[in-house]
């Protein structure tokens, strides 16, 4: 135990003294997060989150109570940090707004889109619902994804009224508690109530942790680990290049002569790997801790999906050694894996976002089990939250190191 001890010490000071390793190590991640903090506005001091005060126009041709449901919904004290509506008459003109990018979006309500959906004393519902129309800023993806958000909801909390009077009008009739005449009336009550009434919030959040507190999401909480975990996939095919480099360089045959054993050595390589790409992470994690006062999360759970992290990491880079030829070629594909993880893994935006497919592809990569971990913890998660991704990043680095191991003893890598 103790020769693995002193073989993966001796990996981490080597690691810790090259100064190209260090830039791609600690500065390149610490810098882009520093950057994307500063172009997101986190540290403004105008929004935690980077993202408010969208500029929305809200065209209101209806006059009806559903359509100024909806502009009171833009204007309500709940989205007052998020957007910035304002009212215009003219539908031209508020798309020449957006299309000139003084606004993220227009929500066009049209003339009969209230009367489309209530039809009044009629019981007969309209030939065709009036739409509303959402007219967006290409520029402005984000912002623009918030107010078509605003307005689907809107619309969604339309339908459960419609479906809702619906119901309600159908049991009265089936029960003898209303006449038949009587039916349209109470749908129409009943539906208006519900998708128009006192509460006509679109969007309306109420989070609390475990502790009873309202958590408080930073954008960086976001950026900074999908950064260090992009970055730590550098660490693990760089560690594990060290291993045909010492090849190469009669080192670890030397090594194999000693009196050590074969599977000492390449243990003591591997728990290298894993310390480096462990400091790597944990630096990291103190840096933005003390320069931006960025929230983790619960220490635990922080440490515990760390070392998990690093360990799919770390299984990825042997796998990665154990099919490459030269210490070349695993400087080039751990390169390009490490970028390719970057996007699938969702270090530079949101999977939500992203279609069905592509999020199941993303989950071969540490990146995104890692990231989904930490959102968790940053929201106010416990271990226990986490213990998804955690098992996943687990049995990744297990099955990796599995294949990684079959292939070094089919080719004799480690054979002195």
């Known amino acids: 135990m103790k020769k693995i001890f002193l073989i993966g010490w ?3 000071m080597l690691a810790f003294r090259d100064r190209a390793a260090l830039i791609l ?24 989150t980077g993202v408010g005060d969208i500029p929305v126009i809200v065209v209101n041709q209806d006059g009806g109570s559903l359509g100024n449901a909806l502009v009171e ?3 309500s004290p709940d989205l007052q940090t998020l957007v910035a509506p304002t009212t215009m008459n003219d539908p031209a003109a508020a798309r020449q707004a957006v299309d000139d990018d003084q606004a993220a979006a227009a929500v066009i309500i049209p003339a009969g889109f209230t009367q489309s959906i209530l039809p009044g004393g009629s019981a007969e519902p309209a030939a065709q619902v009036v739409q509303i129309e959402l007219y967006t800023n290409p520029t402005r993806s984000t912002s623009a994804g918030v107010a078509s958000t605003i307005v689907e909801e809107f619309l969604n909390r339309l339908e459960v009224g419609r479906v809702g009077g619906l119901v309600t009008a159908t049991q009265l ?9 009587q039916a349209a009336a109470i749908g129409q009550e009943t539906g208006t109530r519900l998708a128009a009434g006192q509460n006509a919030t679109a969007i309306t959040l109420k989070s609390v942790t475990g502790s009873g507190e309202t958590p408080k999401f930073d954008i960086l909480a976001y950026m900074a680990p999908g950064m260090a975990l992009m970055f730590l996939m550098y660490t693990a095919s760089n560690g594990g290049r060290t291993l045909l480099t010492e090849r190469y360089q009669g080192t670890l045959p030397r090594l194999l002569v000693s009196p050590t054993s074969t599977a000492q050595v390449f243990a003591g390589k591997v728990f290298g790997i894993f310390l480096t790409g462990a400091a790597q992470m944990l630096i990291l994690i103190l840096a933005s801790g003390l320069l931006f006062q960025l929230y983790w999360g619960d220490p635990l759970g922080v440490l515990a999906l760390v070392l998990a ?6 299984g990825w880079g042997l796998l990665i050694t154990a099919l490459a030829r030269t210490p070349g070629q695993v400087a080039g594909v751990g390169s390009a894996i490490m970028l390719t993880f970057g996007i699938l893994g969702g270090s530079f935006f949101n999977l939500d976002q992203m279609p069905g497919w592509f999020q199941v592809i993303s989950r ?4 995104a089990w890692g990231i989904s971990g930490f959102t968790t913890l940053a929201m106010g998660g416990s271990i226990g939250d986490i213990l998804g991704p955690i098992g996943a990043l687990l049995v990744m680095g297990a099955v990796l190191f599995c294949l990684a191991v079959l292939f070094f003893n089919r080719r004799g890598i480690a054979q002195q």
Request: charge should be positive; charged fraction near 10%; glycine fraction near 12%.
């Open 173 to 181: 009739l089936r029960r003898g508690i209303a006449q038949p005449q």
């Open 73 to 75: 919904a833009f204007q």
């Open 10 to 12: 001796k990996d981490v």
């Open 309 to 314: 992290a690093v360990v799919g990491a770390v």
């Open 364 to 367: 071969v990569t540490p990146n």
């Open 25 to 48: 190590m600690l500065a390149a991640p610490f810098a882009l997060t520093l950057g994307m903090g500063f172009v997101t506005g986190r540290f403004s001091g105008s929004s935690n």
